[in-house]
């Protein structure tokens, strides 16, 4: 089987997969925070402010019910490696 027929194979095996809405966002996307507005994910939600010329207050919350959920799903380490990648490139797009 060549290289190409594989990728084939394992792309149409894994779009027959069902998938939660929620899959792979436990963490809130990072290119899109505003002062002021929290960024949400399903876990993790970021809260950055300003109190003040140069001065920001930071928040972090983390809900413990929805990481419980998270940790019963099925899918739950594919959500969790795929919110991984996706917070990882985000953080290039937000340093270039």
Not at 49 to 75: F, H, M, S
Request: proline residues 4%.
């Amino acid at each position: 089987m060549k290289i190409e027929e594989i990728r084939e194979t394992d792309r149409t095996a894994h779009s027959a997969m069902p998938t939660k809405s929620c899959f792979g966002t436990i963490f809130p996307d990072v290119t899109r925070i505003q002062f002021g507005c929290p960024a949400v994910g399903k876990v993790f939600t970021i809260l950055i402010d300003t109190v003040g010329p140069g001065k920001r207050t930071r928040k972090l919350n983390i809900d413990e019910a929805a990481w419980d959920d998270c940790r019963r799903c099925d899918d739950f380490q594919n959500c969790y490696n795929f919110s991984l990648a996706k917070l990882e490139m985000q953080r290039v797009l937000v340093s270039l």
